[in-house]
């Protein structure tokens, strides 16, 4: 088994930053591709950024493209998400996933494990 532990999340102005983590431990060397996602309420879950193992190859959602970087630490067994130019559609809980797969996708269902979020919300 694999967990998931999010955080760095909280409140920030319009035009703010924010760094998130996604620790994994457990038998996190069964961790391949690695995404974020994020759900606002109201909203289904959406796909934010997704990394594959060796970080090389990256895929973001149209929404975030520009503003967002996806990052990983595979010998701290730690992903990343750098967040600039927030906005208040930005506001959603952020969840962390991780795949056995090497497949980098935006579909939830490809992702076998999950965190239990951190909430990011952007006053305007």
């Known amino acids: 088994q694999v967990q998931l532990q999010e955080s760095g999340g909280g409140l920030v102005q319009a035009g703010g930053s924010l760094r998130l983590s996604c620790a994994a431990s457990?038998?996190?060397?069964?961790?391949?591709?690695m995404g974020w996602f994020r759900q606002a309420p109201g909203k289904e879950r959406e796909f934010v950024a997704g990394i594959a193992r060796r970080g090389g190859t990256t895929a973001y959602g149209d929404p975030v493209k520009g503003r967002f970087t996806i990052s990983r630490d595979n010998d701290k067994h730690t992903m990343y998400l750098q967040m600039n130019s927030l906005g208040p559609a930005d506001t959603a809980v952020y969840y962390c996933?991780?795949?056995?797969?090497?497949?980098?996708?935006?579909?939830?269902?490809?992702?076998?494990?999950w965190g239990q979020g951190t909430q990011v919300t952007v006053s305007s």
């Open positions: 457990g038998r996190s060397s069964s961790v391949y591709a």
């Open positions: 996933a991780a795949s056995g797969s090497n497949w980098l996708t935006r579909y939830l269902s490809a992702y076998d494990y």
